[in-house]
């Protein structure tokens, strides 16, 4: 039976995953977001005001993104496995409220890493929300190292 973490069950022949989140996380104004790997794998999404300034938003290492998705799919976790997450930018104050995607150590982020607000006076362009995907190019304990693709 495959891990309904990453995708199809084809021994039950259902077509993709049903997952069972918590509601999303709501980081609040917070400042410097640091996120954490358990926040990304268990809630349906993670949003946050960055309170009229730019902000940060910066992942777990590459240690810790394997080590969640070993505990999460049951000690399991090799190169290509993975998980997605999204993130909201529920800012209301302008083009200065920006977060910006950064990587920990061992992770690499791929595409766009700003998360512009959904104020369409200066980014008609912006829904606020993006969507990622953390993907396993290395789960070698002590050499660990993921990618954070940004797919939306």
Known sequence: MGNPMYGQNKADSRVGHVTNKAQY???GTTTAVVLVASEMTRHAAIAGDPNGSART???PTAALLVAEITAYSGNDCAVGDGFEFSF???GTAGENETYT?????GVTVVGFADIENPDTTHDA???????WR???TNATSGSEAVDVIRLA
């Open 57 to 59: 938003v910066t992942t």
């Open 134 to 136: 953390v993907h396993v």
């Open 88 to 90: 909201i930018n529920t």
């Open 101 to 105: 995607m950064t990587a920990g150590s």
């Open 125 to 131: 362009f912006s829904v606020g929300s993006s969507l």
């Open 25 to 27: 996380l709501n980081l």
